[in-house]
């Protein structure tokens, strides 16, 4: 069942995993350095929501910083039995962490508003479902678009070549 991953990945392929491991860590990192400093800078006793800067995005940043610094590994690694392991883990022991969170944050006072601001994990773009859905789809669609072309050169490559035959017929 196990067998050896491809030796030689590619530019793209490094350079995509070198970006999502560069924002894994610095979502992780800045979201629970966020998290440490206003709770130690509180008074004692004074509750309530972190609603603002990393955790004003995404009400699980860090766990997203995670997944992405995971993903990166995956990538590069280019065999889809990891991403099986990777499904389950964040599947049942993110979500479950998630959902326990999710409650403990549903007692605290401003919960509504700050829940219809953001999203579980992905971070919801100006606050705009609209515009978050816009650019998401699309940056999904072009991603598929490069990979089932043959890489991001290749995939612009065939794009504008085809942009180009459409418009020199016209």
């Not at 990945?9 to 924002?23: A, D, G, K, Q």
């Not at 479950?96 to 509504?112: F, I």
Request: with cysteine; hydrophobic share 45%.
């Amino acid at each position: 069942m196990s067998r050896q991953a491809p030796q030689d990945p590619s530019i793209e392929r490094i350079v995509v995993c070198f970006w999502l491991y560069t924002f894994g860590i610095m979502f992780m990192v800045l979201t629970d350095g966020q998290k440490y400093l206003v709770l130690r800078e509180r008074a004692k006793g004074q509750g309530g929501l972190i609603t603002h800067c990393m955790v004003g995005w995404s009400r699980n940043m860090n766990y997203l910083g995670e997944m992405m610094l995971y993903a990166s590994f995956a990538v590069l690694n280019q065999m889809w039995t990891i991403w099986y392991v990777y499904a389950y883990m964040w599947g049942i022991v993110f979500v479950v962490r998630m959902q326990m969170k999710e409650y403990s944050l549903s007692k605290k006072e401003g919960w509504t508003e700050y829940k219809n601001r953001t999203w579980l994990v992905i971070p919801k773009i100006y606050n705009s479902t609209l515009l978050s859905f816009l650019i998401y789809g699309t940056f999904l669609l072009v991603s598929y678009y490069c990979y089932t072309h043959g890489g991001i050169e290749l995939g612009f490559k065939s794009a504008f070549s085809a942009v180009k035959a459409v418009t020199s017929e016209l």
